[in-house]
């Protein structure tokens, strides 16, 4: 049972243009929310976090949005530049484990 | 440079043999943690550590099994009882078992049973 859901496997932007990557969970219990990044042949990477009394948290060209009501999580990447291109990956927090969304791969197109 | 280092990268093994898989880190982590990535899946855990001597079920352990002698390794064995073994394996650890900065991976040992 997927408990961290990234329904969208792919997405393309444009260079310049935001990219914004969509998380959806079903358990309320979830306390803390990260992305991570991941390139070809390399672990992921810690991106940014949110903890789930906030809705917002900012670190420069990422946002991370938080709405517990619709339990929905979104990364949003602006401008995009080709270097972000890579699986983000968003994982929520229960207890002693994180639970792990499938993942979105992110082309930014030149 | 601190980090996890994860060996084999690649790992081609027969059916009905035991396998083992590789994690170190000088992080000075307390707690290290297994996961596999299948297609189209998240990660799910296989087995977490705590501390030394210490370790606890995943919600897929059977099939695996872990020791964690030294603080900085902590071993995956995939025995011969995995049915399906071939998967991408990450190893991470973090400085405790509840740490809001996430967890440092690994590069991952892409096992194959051939």
């Known amino acids: 049972d997927q408990q961290v859901k990234q329904n969208s496997p792919s997405l393309s932007v444009q260079e310049g243009r935001i990219s914004i990557l969509n998380c959806d969970y079903t358990?309320?219990?979830?306390?803390?929310f990260l992305w991570y990044k991941k390139y070809p042949a390399e672990g992921p990477t810690f991106l940014i976090s949110i903890s789930s009394i906030k809705d917002k948290n900012e670190d420069g060209r990422f946002t991370v949005f938080l709405n517990k009501s619709a339990k929905h999580l979104s990364l949003h990447i602006v401008p995009s530049q080709p270097g972000d291109s890579a699986v983000y990956f968003c994982?929520?927090?229960?207890?002693?484990?994180?639970?792990f969304g499938t993942g979105t791969s992110l082309t930014v197109i030149p | 440079d601190g980090g996890i280092t994860q060996s084999p990268k690649y790992l081609f093994r027969k059916e009905g043999q035991n396998v083992t898989l590789s994690c170190e880190q000088n992080l000075n982590h307390d707690a290290m943690y297994w996961y596999r990535q299948d297609p189209g899946q998240g990660l799910r855990l296989i087995y977490y550590?705590?501390?030394?001597?210490?370790?606890q079920k995943g919600d897929i352990a059977e099939g695996y099994s872990v020791s964690r002698e030294k603080k900085e390794s902590f071993p995956l064995t995939v025995t011969s009882a995995q049915k399906n073994p071939t998967a991408f394996y990450l190893c991470a650890s973090s400085i405790t078992l509840t740490d809001r900065d996430g967890y440092t991976f690994g590069s991952g040992t892409r096992l194959t049973v051939v």
């Open positions: 358990n309320s219990m979830f306390d803390y």
């Open positions: 994982a929520a927090r229960f207890g002693n484990q994180f639970y």
């Open positions: 550590s705590q501390i030394v001597n210490d370790f």
